[in-house]
């Protein structure tokens, strides 16, 4: 595409753009004077759809008018309520429904997916990680190994970009494996790198794990809502994710699981708690578990209702625009914001993100040479909300629900300024 770098084309886009009512869907950060801030963060915090408040209004009415009868009468009844968001977590991730669902949170779920899918012995017992994982992933994966008895110093595995390199290339990978694949447990990566904005190839690392006997996973957290993942047919074994970022949940919301419908019936170790267990027998209390075949059968306790109520109402626009149009217009948005970040000509600063479309998504990630956080915090006084990344990186995520080309190139004028 021919970009133009000048208002009069973004404002020309947006006018173009089938996607630009959806704005007017979601509520809009302001500053003091009363302009909305360019917001372009939802990689850490998604902004509020205008529904989320009635969709928790009605439940808290319902409780209200109902109290416990609400499990089983309210408008929208609270027993079955996490299959109201089955089908649409589904449509989103790429996951047959019952292979996907929304409960606990992301850490909580890694843990229960490593229980079951992190069964070392003495032969196979690594797991591999990515080098600048997220924290709590890597705290997670240590936990784990030291659970099981075995020495984090031996038993970790970090695949790490070359010297002078921020990406991971996928021939390094192949290499570790061919090393050290029949003593890996498990490989658990991060779908995109939250630092550096990197996509995996699920399906060639997917394959590439099981052809030397691996168990594969990913943590979705900066994937779900954000690219096209098409979970089941990657064949990978499980995936975790939160609601909070590109799923516009809210601050601390649920997170998503997907088990591969071919671990539906396995009798796989796990810690169970009563909502896994088979729900036609469930209030019978006395029965020894019985696992629901599929993802749910990971479920622990009941669900917060107030907290799936503000992830239905996101979802439920995900229904209506869909992942295709949702991602058609976030390579056209993010690829223009490449485009003006070229043009600013300024050596010191480059995008560590890949220029492959096919391997990010939204979000790229600006490095700023000789910068410190002075310069991300006059951006923010500017009225951008981004993110810093430690020791020199501004991460921005144009989300395509929400975020206009506008937006986008108001933001690059703000950072020259900065910058000059």
Request: hydrophobic content about 40%.
């Amino acid at each position: 595409m021919n970009y133009e770098n000048t208002a009069a084309y973004a404002t020309k886009m947006d006018a173009q753009d089938p996607l630009r009512s959806y704005r007017e869907r979601f509520h809009l950060p302001m500053q003091k004077d009363g302009t909305p801030y360019i917001y372009l963060c939802g990689n850490s915090l998604g902004l509020q759809p205008k529904t989320t408040r009635q969709y928790i209004e009605q439940e808290l009415l319902d409780w209200e008018k109902l109290g416990v009868e609400g499990h089983f009468h309210a408008r929208n009844p609270w027993m079955p309520y996490h299959e109201f968001l089955t089908q649409a977590m589904a449509n989103v991730v790429g996951a047959k429904p019952e292979e996907v669902v929304v409960m606990n949170t992301l850490s909580v779920n890694l843990h229960l997916m490593m229980v079951s899918f992190y069964q070392p012995d003495n032969q196979r017992f690594k797991i591999l990680i990515e080098s600048d994982a997220f924290p709590s992933d890597r705290y997670a994966v240590e936990s784990q190994i030291r659970f099981h008895g075995y020495d984090v110093q031996e038993a970790l595995l970090e695949i790490r970009p070359r010297k002078e390199e921020e990406l991971v290339r996928m021939e390094d990978l192949e290499v570790l494996l061919e090393r050290e694949g029949d003593k890996i447990a498990l490989i658990m990566l991060g779908g995109v790198n939250y630092y550096t904005g990197q996509a995996f190839d699920f399906k060639k690392i997917t394959e590439l794990g099981h052809a030397y006997g691996c168990k594969v996973g990913f943590d979705l957290a900066h994937a779900a809502g954000n690219l096209d993942l098409q979970l089941h047919d990657s064949g990978m074994d499980f995936a975790v994710w939160c609601t909070y970022k590109y799923l516009n949940s809210g601050p601390g919301s649920l997170g998503g699981c997907f088990v591969h419908q071919q671990h539906a019936c396995a009798d796989l170790p796990r810690f169970a708690g009563w909502w896994g267990h088979n729900k036609n027998t469930r209030f019978n209390m006395r029965h020894n578990f019985d696992p629901m075949p599929g993802a749910e059968g990971w479920q622990l306790s009941n669900p917060p209702i107030l907290s799936l109520a503000a992830i239905r109402a996101s979802l439920d626009i995900f229904e209506e625009v869909g992942m295709k149009k949702l991602n058609e217009k976030s390579r056209n948005l993010t690829s223009y914001l490449e485009f003006l970040l070229e043009n600013i000509n300024n050596k010191n600063i480059r995008i560590i993100t890949p220029r492959d479309t096919t391997q990010r998504g939204c979000q790229l990630s600006i490095q700023v040479k000789n910068a410190d956080k002075s310069l991300f915090e006059n951006i923010t006084e500017k009225g951008v909300i981004a993110d810093w990344r430690e020791p020199d990186v501004i991460r921005v995520a144009p989300v395509p629900l929400y975020n206009s080309y506008m937006d986008v190139w108001r933001f690059v004028e703000v950072l020259k300024e900065c910058l000059d």
